[in-house]
Nanobody, 126 residues
Framework: QVQLTESGGGLVQAGGSLRLSCAAS????????MAWFRQAPGKEREFVAG??????????YYQDSVKGRFTISRDYAKNTVYLQMNSLKPEDTAVYYC?????????????????WGQGTQVTVSG
């Protein structure tokens, strides 16, 4: 099992930026798909962005509402995954979680992720 710790959340005005970090311990993340999810009050947890490694390359995948604004990346040496969030909107307000994919299937399914961080709050004021 891996321990995931998110940081970088906070309060920002609409149009601003934040970078979330997800530091892992207990296991290297290099061979696993990783993702960011978010959950707003009264709503279900939803997929935001994911990344996984291929042969000499890596892939990324985004929810339509964040394409062009958010960027997921990872630092293999630091065993850390990031989510750069630009042009933030009030509707991006949520608790953001990083997760390690342990099952096979669609990347958007939260049930396929076996390890989760505790979450970090992002609040965008309008």
């Amino acid at each position: 099992q891996v321990q995931l710790t998110e940081s970088g959340g906070g309060l920002v005005q609409a149009g601003g930026s934040l970078r979330l970090s997800c530091a892992a311990s207990g296991r290297t993340l290099s061979s696993y798909a990783m993702a960011w999810f978010r959950q707003a009050p009264g709503k279900e947890r939803e997929f935001v962005a994911g990344t996984w490694s291929g042969t000499n390359t890596y892939y990324t995948y985004y929810q339509d509402s964040v394409k062009g604004r958010f960027t997921i990346s990872r630092d293999y040496a630091k065993n850390t995954v990031y989510l750069q969030m630009n042009s933030l909107k009030p509707e991006d307000t949520a608790v953001y979680y990083c997760a390690r994919k342990t099952g096979t299937g669609k990347y958007e399914l939260a049930s396929l992720y076996g390890d989760w961080g505790q979450g970090t709050q992002v609040t965008v004021s309008g």
